[in-house]
């Protein structure tokens, strides 16, 4: 038996990037697409099947849910970056030292170079409870 279900889709999680305001469109589309691919890897049940069109070519499988994208000031991502660590979400980070390396050693070797508080942040993704990112995202703005 068959049966399909139209029901809308509520997730009780939540994927979300937040981008500091003063990127340029180029900037905003690199941060973004680096920082949820660090969720994908350490989290593979935010992960859906492989696609495959009416004539059998398979792709890759994307995110079971939306990702939602936000900006704000260099604070509110300060502020949303300490938020993340105190409630111990899964996150991923950009900092604006990653758009001179060209590689994830390099990259990886530019984070671990400063301090925490001390990371100059130009994108935060998170992956968690609705509730939970909702509080981290706090006084940000979805992105146009």
Known sequence: MTTTDTAPVRFDTRI??????????????????????????????????????????RYLPMFRQPVLVFEGTKETLTAAHGKA????????????????????RDNRAAVRAVRTDQLDLVGLAVHGPRNAVDKVLKGARMHP
């Open 16 to 57: 979300a990037v937040l981008l500091r305001e003063d990127l340029a469109v180029w900037q905003r589309l690199n941060v973004t697409a680096f920082l949820v691919s660090g969720l994908g890897a350490d989290h593979p049940e935010v992960v859906g099947e492989p696609y495959q069109d009416a004539d059998g070519t």
């Open 85 to 104: 660590l105190t409630r111990a979400l899964p996150r991923a980070v950009f900092t604006s030292d990653l758009f001179g390396t060209g590689n994830d």
